[in-house]
């Protein structure tokens, strides 16, 4: 137990009569990439938005590093160490490069509102070392001759890569990634596939994906939890995972599992 | 960035001689015009924070405007003043006796303000969505109603008269210089990033820890001290205050203005508000009868309105985000323009 950064014990969901998530429980161990599949509708946002505070279970409990956090609120759970990207990417449209790494660094800025307009040092200083993290994280990426480049002006691969850049400068412990592979073709996958396992190791993180894509999750994870219609239907090793009979009948149908 | 800071102390040192000429040699009418620009420009900027830059549609201005109008002048005003005033009612007896000067009468005229900023905002907030467009219109729509009924605060449809006329150049241009000055530290600083990264995106923002509560209450708070001190300003320069002077023509101007210099353009807020409400006095001519050749028009009043009316329209066919979009004035741009130039010029 000690070295799960994340478990979820017991969650359901409901909405109204519909039972998205029916009584999940699962565990992220520290320093791994955790996968979570599963068809389309099979409550995987759903899972993400219960983890990340976005909806507060019906019943059961998240717990982050020992700490409950359910019901917190979904601003407060980025300086206790957990950040996210979005399925569709949802980058500060208006703002560069820069300026949307820079906002992730928000929740370290210490001076209060009446400093700016003094101009105190601490101001001065902070600003400064926002500014020159945020080129230090562009350089990292490979972007930072983009940096004053508006957001939307980069290829979508690229702006993956800054949003994931974005969560990462809010120095989290736990990234969660919600479909980091959607809409990309099988090259940007595999760049995209090193490029997690880079940050991975570099920034000391652990992993928690949703994908939809098999192969992809196949060749990352370590450990893959299989949801369909809101329940856990299988957990395992990728190995274990693309055996399980249950996995295959979810996937393809009844009728590929006897042949 | 030294050379920034110098020549913006230069530009307003240059912008306090002129308004020092202005005061010595431009007509009364002039001076009036100028003072109305400065004051139609704090309401902007103040406005442009909330709505611009944070992307909460707010439709507050006219009723921060009227509270902080009626606060000044009431604390302003001497209490003989009052009591020879107030004829339907008597005004209320706390009210009666306080009397500030100029310049604490327009700060308490500003926090007033913003504390019905903070209720307003407070539950507000709480909620995602065009709740607060719904509930300014209707706090708007209240202070116009308790104006005209509060008979022993606010002397009810008669209004305050005889409140003295201290606004001049120096008092709002001062003001003016200070407010821009304050709001662009604001934007410039991790607060205003905040602020724009809820109006690009709420959900992003909250997932970068941004306690968008807070940000949403700061910008909403400042703009409406500043919104209160212009209505102070206001009520000193006309000297005559009544209900109708604040109904909600005043907000859907100051939305026009910075809707045409640009949701979120500081800079785009500042021309567009010289341009609408200079223009607005220069196209007078064609509210008066006409000499083209031999033929004479009549004098239609409203004419004006409908030039007006073509202006902005073919702002928005030719600027679709407005005179200056999102982008702000600087130096930097200045001066790759003028060596852009040059260059074009060998």
New interface residues.
């Given amino acids: 137990m000690e070295n799960n950064i994340l478990s979820c014990e017991h969650v359901s969901m409901k909405f109204g009569g519909l039972v998205a998530l029916n009584d999940i429980s699962l565990n992220v161990v520290k320093s791994s990439i955790t996968g979570l599949i599963g068809p389309n509708g099979a409550g995987k946002t759903t899972m993400f938005n219960v983890v990340?505070c976005n909806l507060k279970p019906t019943m059961g409990k998240v717990i982050f590093e020992g700490k409950d956090i359910t019901g917190y609120k979904?601003?407060?759970?980025?300086?206790i160490g957990m950040?996210?990207?979005?399925q569709n990417i949802?980058?500060?449209?208006?703002?560069t490069v820069l300026?949307n790494i820079?906002?992730?660094?928000?929740?370290k800025?210490k001076?209060k509102?009446f400093?700016?307009?003094l101009?105190t040092p601490r101001?001065l200083k902070?600003?400064k070392e926002?500014k020159n993290k945020a080129y230090e994280l562009l350089e990292k990426i490979n972007l930072k001759e983009k940096a004053h480049l508006k957001a939307t002006g980069l290829s979508y691969g690229e702006q993956r890569k800054v949003e994931i850049a974005?969560?990462l400068a809010?120095s989290p412990k736990l990234l969660l990634l919600d479909e980091p592979a959607a809409g990309m073709n099988p090259n940007e996958k595999i760049a995209l596939m090193y490029f997690i396992k880079e940050i991975k190791d570099s920034f000391n993180l652990t992993v928690f994906l949703i994908e939809h894509d098999m192969k992809f999750v196949m060749g990352i994870c370590q450990k893959i939890y299989v949801l369909d219609y809101g329940a856990k239907i299988a957990e395992g090793t990728p190995e274990e995972i693309q055996k399980n009979p249950k996995v295959i009948s979810a996937y393809l149908g009844e009728a590929n599992v006897k042949s | 960035m030294n050379r920034n800071v110098i020549l913006t102390i230069f530009s307003i040192i240059l912008l306090f001689v002129f308004l020092y000429y202005a005061s010595h040699h431009f007509s009364k009418y002039t001076i009036i015009i100028l003072n109305n620009i400065a004051i139609t420009m704090i309401l902007a900027v103040s406005y442009n924070l909330i709505n611009g830059i944070t992307g909460q549609f707010s439709l507050a201005p006219n009723g921060f405007a009227a509270v902080g109008a009626y606060t000044a002048a009431l604390l302003s005003l001497t209490p003989a003043q009052k009591q020879a005033m107030f004829i339907i009612d008597p005004i209320m007896p706390i009210l009666g006796s306080i009397h500030l000067p100029f310049l604490p009468a327009l700060i308490v005229a500003g926090l007033v303000t913003a504390f019905f900023g903070f209720i307003l905002g407070f539950p507000v907030f709480r909620t995602r969505g065009d709740y607060l467009a719904i509930v300014t219109l209707g706090f708007g729509i209240v202070i116009d109603i308790v104006a005209n009924n509060a008979i022993t605060i606010t002397n009810g449809p008669l209004g305050l008269k005889g409140i003295s006329n201290y606004t001049n150049v120096w008092w709002s241009y001062g003001w003016l210089v200070f407010t821009i000055f304050v709001v662009m530290s604001i934007i410039n600083s991790s607060y205003g990033r905040a602020m724009k990264a809820i109006r690009d995106d709420e959900d992003a923002a909250i997932a970068m820890g941004i306690n968008t509560f807070k940000m949403k209450m700061i910008a909403f708070i400042v703009g409406a001290f500043f919104q209160g001190v212009a209505g102070g300003l206001l009520a000193h320069l006309i000297t005559t205050i009544s209900p109708t002077l604040f109904t909600f023509f005043l907000t859907f101007n100051l939305l026009v203005i910075i809707v045409m210099g640009g949701l979120g353009s500081i800079t785009g807020t500042v021309i567009s508000t010289i341009v609408i409400v200079w223009g607005s006095e220069l196209l007078r001519v064609f509210d008066q009868p006409m000499h083209i050749f031999n033929f004479t028009t009549p004098g239609i009043p409203g004419l004006r309105m409908i030039i007006f009316s073509l202006l902005l329209i073919f702002t928005m066919l030719f600027a679709r985000e407005g005179i200056m979009g999102k982008k702000e004035f600087s130096w930097e741009w200045l001066f790759s323009v003028i060596k852009g130039g040059k260059k074009n010029g060998k």
Avoid: S
Wanted: glycine share 2%.
């Fill in positions: 990340t979904p601003y407060k759970i980025v300086p950040a996210r990207t979005f949802r980058l500060f449209e208006n703002l300026e820079m906002i992730g660094f928000a929740n800025v001076y509102l400093e700016p307009i101009k101001f902070q600003e926002t974005r969560a809010t």
